[in-house]
Every structure is written in structure tokens, then in C-alpha cells.
């Protein structure tokens, strides 16, 4: 079975524009959900989706959203980027919502 | 707000030394897992432990959830250059699918 896959690795953003990242959970799994990994905070949950529906939700400004299509794949994106955004992107897939996940290779994102 | 503090926050040592890290909260966890990260690369899942006072075997590694599941503890018997890594701890909310809180990690150096 294939892991996570996570696009793009890596990524050189400007402040003020945006950026949209893509995850394609392991077969089969209907959850996904979003962490943001920074050396000073570590990872925090950023939001999950369950079925195409946002189900959980960490304490994140409105700039970052997502969403979840119809095969499980899902998208974040980041709005009017900002250099406190340069971070570790990863996403997690679990089978049905259930505590153990697994995790993509993470994007990598820069802003200058 | 649930909190999990790792200690401790590095660590190096000797190729054939032994080795205990924590992963400590106030709460209490439905279940606690342990991941180990590279870098550039995401987290990759080495266990999960759900009733308290549980111990798991891995390998060389040793994994115990507390009595009360609100701590945890990694033993390393014997450490290899191969263990270097973060090691992360993540606790499962209770009543809350998916949203794992992580603590910021135990970063472990391994010399040859």
C-alpha cells in the first residue's frame, strides 16, 4: 500500500500571496487531517476532515482553510501569506477518524 | 487546554548506552503514541498505547503508558547511531477523533 504523498515537498512563497498544498491520504482512509510543525512551537493541529466535512478544527486565523474531495484527497491552503507561516506542513491519514495516523513527508514552505 | 511536556529536549550519547525519555501531562489520554522523525522527512508512527499501565516492546525499545494515562516513557536498550531522531509524544483527547496534541519533541543524538 502507498504512504501519504504530500505535494509539493518544497515551496518558496513571497508575503501576501498564497499557496494551496495537497495531500493524498493512504487508500482506503476517509480522514485526514493537518499539522503545522515549527521549531519553536512543534506540531499543532491545524484541522481535520472526515467525508469531505471539516470536523475538527485547531486554533488557526480564518488565512488557513481546506477542504476534502469526494476520494479522500485534500487540499490546505494559506491566504496573504505571512513569514511566521514558514513551516513544516504535514498531513496525517487515518482510517476512520481514529487516534493512530500516519504521516506524509511534509511540505516545506518558505516565505520571504 | 492539554499539554504534554517531553523531557528531556536533547539528548546525546554513546553507541551501547542505555536510555529513558517522559512524556508527561495533567490530563488524562485515550490513547498515547510515539512517533520518531528525521529530518525533512514527517513522522513515522513506532507505537500505540491505549490501557493504562500498558508496556510494548519494540525491538530494543520499551514503550509504558501510566497507570492513570496521563505519562509515558521510551526506553532504549543498547542505543544504535540508526535511533537518532526526534521523538515525538502524542496524546489522543478523549472524545475527540483525530485531534492528537503532540508535545515538541525529544531530539536524540546517537555517537559512533
Known amino acids: 500500500k502507498a504512504g501519504v504523498t504530500q505535494t509539493p515537498r518544497y515551496l518558496i512563497k513571497t508575503r501576501g500571496q498564497q499557496v494551496t498544498l495537497s495531500c493524498s491520504p493512504i487508500?482506503?482512509?476517509?480522514?485526514v487531517s493537518w499539522y503545522q510543525q515549527t521549531p519553536g512551537q512543534g506540531l499543532q493541529f491545524l484541522f481535520e476532515?472526515?467525508?469531505?466535512?471539516?470536523?475538527n478544527k485547531g486554533n488557526f486565523p480564518g488565512r488557513f482553510s481546506g477542504r476534502q474531495f469526494s476520494n479522500s484527497r485534500s487540499e490546505m491552503n494559506v491566504s496573504t501569506l505571512e513569514l511566521g507561516d514558514s513551516a513544516l506542513y504535514l498531513c496525517?491519514?487515518?482510517?476512520?477518524?481514529?487516534?493512530?495516523?500516519?504521516f506524509g513527508p511534509g511540505t516545506r514552505l518558505l516565505v520571504l | 487546554t492539554q499539554l504534554l511536556e517531553q523531557s528531556p529536549q536533547f539528548l546525546s550519547i554513546q553507541e551501547g548506552e542505555n536510555l529513558t525519555v517522559y512524556c508527561n501531562s495533567s490530563?488524562?489520554?485515550?490513547?498515547l503514541q510515539w512517533y520518531r522523525q528525521e529530518p525533512g522527512e514527517g513522522p513515522v508512527l513506532l507505537v500505540t498505547?491505549?490501557?493504562?499501565?500498558e508496556v510494548k516492546k519494540l525491538k530494543r525499545l520499551t514503550f509504558q503508558f501510566g497507570d492513570a494515562r496521563k505519562d509515558s516513557s521510551l526506553h532504549i536498550t543498547a542505543a544504535q547511531p540508526g535511533d537518532t531522531g526526534l521523538y515525538l509524544c502524542?496524546?489522543?483527547?478523549?472524545?475527540?477523533?483525530?485531534?492528537?496534541?503532540f508535545g515538541k519533541g525529544i531530539t536524540l543524538s546517537v555517537r559512533p
Open positions: 487508500s482506503g482512509h476517509r480522514s
Open positions: 490530563s488524562v489520554f485515550s490513547s
Open positions: 502524542a496524546g489522543g483527547a478523549l472524545g475527540a477523533n483525530s485531534k492528537l496534541t
Open positions: 496525517a491519514s487515518s482510517l476512520d477518524g481514529g487516534e493512530t495516523q500516519y
Open positions: 476532515y472526515f467525508s469531505e466535512t471539516q470536523r
Open positions: 498505547v491505549v490501557t493504562g499501565g
